[in-house]
């Protein structure tokens, strides 16, 4: 069963899309102003669990598992990966909020969400009012900068993009091995609730959400950075405020300058180093509310 939060309802919303029908699936809580949460790799919505019901009690919270992953839609992949890219993840995600009345709204994303939320920004800069991306750089950045110590450390960016069948066919061998070994090496497992745990190997064991997994990494290394060079191009930037917070014992840390990264393609940018590995909403969640509420709250 999948992991809910407290005081939360558990909804789906349908949309046509190129791909087809899209159905996704999402949490929501709270009144106040709206804010968006977009989880990461291997996970899905549950990562919000220890931070939602804090933040409900300020926002309309509603956090959503993005196309691929967790209980939303896994459709098979058009041959130039456009079905998981940015673009089209984070239309999924604008289209929903737009379903539920908000035109304008709050964004924090954490990994692969935080990535689908740049997309969001750019694409409709006019509905998102304050981004929050949580241990990333921009993806052009990251590969156009990928060293030694970043492609040892970040490995699975270069195996996931295989072509299909491989990783999943690797993956799915041992799924537990794999979500062991890629998770556990950021922080341990033992900061994953077992309900959370359940929910992350349940994705990694499931063909079809472990091949949209492999192809939202296939399209942010091809299609997903043609949008990206094309914003470059034409100079187009982020003009929302955006606060970006990554863990002092990631990679992210020792391997990119994130503030000077982000300020490459947005206009406003702060945000600092935080004592945790990869997982900030698992590992610090009372300090990720904190940073959430004060960022989130300046425009009140």
């Known amino acids: 069963m999948a992991v ?27 009144s106040g102003p709206p804010l968006l949460l977009l989880h990461g790799f291997p996970q899905t919505k549950a990562i919000w669990g220890l931070v939602a019901p804090e933040l409900a009690k300020h926002f309309t919270v509603v956090a ?3 196309r691929g992953y967790g209980s939303s839609s896994k459709p098979h992949r058009e041959a130039d990966h456009s079905t998981y890219s940015k673009r089209a993840m984070a239309a999924d995600q604008h289209a929903l909020m737009q ?9 924090l994303g954490h990994d692969r969400g935080g990535r689908v939320s740049h997309r969001l920004a750019m694409d409709f800069p006019e509905s998102v009012l304050r981004l929050m991306v949580l241990d990333i750089s921009p993806t052009l950045k990251m590969y156009d900068n990928t060293t030694m110590e970043f492609a040892k450390g970040y490995w699975h960016w270069f195996f996931l993009i295989q072509p299909e069948p491989v990783p999943e066919t690797l993956i799915g061998a041992n799924p537990e091995f794999w979500l062991k070994n890629h998770m556990g090496r950021h922080a341990g497992t033992g900061i994953f609730s077992p309900e959370r745990w359940a929910e992350y190997l349940a994705g990694a064991s499931n063909p079809q959400s472990m091949h949209a997994m492999c192809e939202d990494y296939r399209a942010a290394a091809t299609i997903d950075l043609i949008h990206d060079r094309a914003d470059r191009d034409a100079n187009k930037k982020l003009k929302m405020p955006i606060k970006v917070l990554w863990g002092e014992h990631g990679l992210v840390n020792k391997c990119f300058k994130p503030i000077d990264d982000w300020k490459e393609v947005a206009s406003e940018v702060s945000g600092k180093a935080v004592p945790s590995g990869h997982y900030i909403p698992e590992e610090v969640p009372e300090l990720l509310i904190a940073k959430a509420k004060e960022f989130f709250s300046l425009t009140r």
């Open 4 to 30: 809910s939060f407290p005081g939360f309802e558990s909804k789906k919303f349908s949309s046509v899309t190129a791909d087809g029908s899209i159905e996704i699936s999402y949490l929501i809580g709270g």
């Open 64 to 66: 959503a598992d993005l």
């Open 99 to 107: 379903s539920l009345g908000f035109d304008q709204f709050f964004l």
